[in-house]
């Protein structure tokens, strides 16, 4: 039968059908107006040309796309397990939002985890337990060089910024980090007021497109910097190499959603494109790095400056380490994004394969600031998926002082992990620039959730510390994680990793990281 045949029936059918309903019913306009609807649809499915599964299957073939399109949905609230769903599970996203809501965050009847299978990790519990502290420890921040040190929380709100986020989901952070008494990064996207209002500590974040303190082509502006990082609620200042989320590209900002608001905080035209390059004017060789983040401490007024990546070479971290001790300065704190972190949108070759998970990425800036001497001088903050104690605890094992939160710190006001962050369509109004969307999130609601979120995964931290026979986050070692190896075997960490000696670098590098560190180039960023 000829093609043109099938849409002669095709249409024939609909209109039979709708000439049957008018003789069958009284109700006549009812069933004869959808029916030749149907009609007419079949014969468009069968004549266009872009969908094959509509032309061999008129109309029927609209719910494969149908299904398609529900399918995220279907997959997270009917098909996965408690503990299987990706990017987090429904215990982890369960758990976040029953905290924030200050309800129990307990469950009966024991877990439902394999714990023989291969991956799964656990946290070694003492025989006599520590009594857990009644007020949270806190990181002081700032090395030999700075003179206006911080005292950081164990928990923090993580880089995401102004235009990613809403309004409202800005000032519900950093409302919530006010109350509490943590840190909030403001991310790349520059100062806005809705970072300042609240009142919270902040973490002032300088990005390859330096916004908010950029000149007219793009350039870093050190007058506009020093003007702005004045502020007292600016605490820290950060410079971000790269994010886990899409480590080594850049970002573009469509000109459409560059509205009025946007622009006077970035710093940049109205309506037009913006472009994040992938690499920094600052600086290209890691002597210039450590130079340009004591000038950011300088410009500051003395207050801890540091820089956040997803780590890569090994031998390009130990180039950085070597400028640090020739030039006789360090940054005050690095932050260690983890491959499988990032809040925004990445291409998924990035996503999946690209950048150190946070795992190995700690063990190489920790092992590599011990050995060359400088640990002492540094305290490291992790990135990238803590939301749980037992997420920071083991972070704080694997060389972290701190922790920093994004995904989780979502939930907390309202996230529901719909993936829509890059389409300004965000059902709760987290990440969207959309007004009507954005309304939805309320503030005065959602301020108090981020407070009670971090105030009990903390506790929850203390507490697994304490069980662990520990008070004091530096207390912690390596043995008191243990990895499953198969079901048959188990190791700590211990044993699982080379942890180096203090100054062992300088010394007499162990055979592992020797060729690395011979080859590492204060000079050059050698791959």
Known sequence: MTRMAIVALTLAAGIAAAVAAVVASPWWCAAAVPLVLLGLLGVADLAQRRHSVLRNYPVLGHARFLLEAIRPELQQYFVERNFDGRPFDRDVRTIVYERAKGTDAEQPYGTERDVYEPGYEFLVPSMAPCPVPETPPRVRIGGPDCRRPYDMALLNVSAMSFGSLSANAILALNGGAAAGGFAHDTGEGGLSEYHLRPGGDLVWEIGTGYFGCRTEDGDFDPALFADKAAHDH??????????????????????????????????????????????????????????????????????????????????????????????????????????????????????????????????????????????????????????????????????????????????????????????????????????????????????????????????????????????????????????????????????????????????????????????????????
């Open 234 to 527: 600016v605490r820290c200042v950060s410079l971000k190499l790269s994010q886990g989320a899409k480590p080594g590209i850049g970002g573009v900002l469509p000109g459409a959603k560059v509205n009025a608001e946007i622009a006077k905080v970035r710093g940049v035209p109205e309506g037009r494109t913006v472009i994040s390059p992938p690499y920094h004017r600052v600086f290209s060789t890691p002597r210039e790095l450590v130079r340009f983040v004591a000038r950011m401490r300088e410009l500051s007024g003395g207050k801890p400056a540091g820089f956040k990546l997803c780590v890569g070479s090994r031998r390009q971290f130990l180039a950085v380490c070597k400028a640090m001790l020739e030039e006789g300065v360090t940054p005050d704190f690095i932050v260690v994004d983890g491959g499988e972190g990032g809040t925004g949108a990445a291409p998924l070759e990035f996503a999946d394969h690209m950048g150190t998970p946070l795992t190995e990425g700690l063990l190489t800036v920790h092992n590599a600031l011990v050995g060359a001497g400088l640990r002492d001088h540094i305290r490291i903050g992790a990135s990238g998926k803590i939301a749980t104690g037992t997420d920071l605890v083991k972070r704080l094992v694997q060389g972290a002082d701190y922790g920093n939160a994004a995904r989780a710190m979502m939930f907390a006001v309202g996230c529901i992990q719909a993936q829509r962050c890059h389409t300004n369509t965000c059902p709760t109004g987290v990440t969207t620039q959309d007004p009507r969307r954005a309304r939805a999130l309320d503030v005065r609601d959602k301020t108090p959730r981020v407070q009670r979120f971090q105030e009990a995964t903390v506790a929850g931290a203390l507490q697994l510390m304490a069980s662990m026979g520990v008070t004091d986050p530096a207390d912690l070692r390596p043995h008191m994680l243990r990895r499953r190896i198969d079901p048959y075997t188990e190791r700590s960490y211990e044993e699982l990793y080379e942890w180096l000696e203090p100054g062992q670098l300088l010394a007499e590098p162990p055979a592992a990281w020797a060729a690395d560190w011979q080859a590492a180039d204060p000079d050059r960023f050698t791959v």
